[in-house]
């Protein structure tokens, strides 16, 4: 099981990145595929899920209606489309991959190595 970020990167307050997490080694449309996120000091935190089995996605409340999570079943791939940047939203982004869907870190098993995003104000 492989999970791969890129994307990340350093952005002005109010400006967009998209992420994207490369998975292989497990079969796509049967997992949940979570974003989440770890800024310095503080816990790893859910962002964003999306579960192709169970039709659904998940935000955390601090991301609503900013942040986008997609996926293409055909690249294996899972995407967080970030708008509205905050210096906030600053932390090491990892993506990972579960059998049940939520914002729950002990759902998922398989993470990657992560990916800097950074919001200068």
């Known amino acids: 099981v492989q999970l791969v970020e890129s994307g990340g990167g350093l952005v002005q307050a109010g400006g967009s990145l998209r992420l994207s997490c490369v998975t292989s080694?497990?079969?796509?449309?049967?997992?949940?595929i979570a974003w989440f996120r770890q800024a310095p000091g503080k816990d790893r935190e859910g962002v964003s899920c999306i579960s192709r089995s169970y039709d659904n996605t998940y935000y955390s409340e601090s991301v609503k209606g900013r942040f986008t999570i997609s996926s293409d079943s055909a690249k294996k791939t899972v995407y967080l489309q970030m708008n509205s940047l905050k210096p906030e939203d600053t932390a090491v982004y990892y993506c990972a991959a579960g059998v049940l869907p939520g914002l729950y870190e002990m759902l998922y098993h398989h993470w990657g190595q992560g990916t800097q995003v950074t919001v200068s104000s």
């Open positions: 080694g497990f079969s796509f449309d049967d997992y949940a």
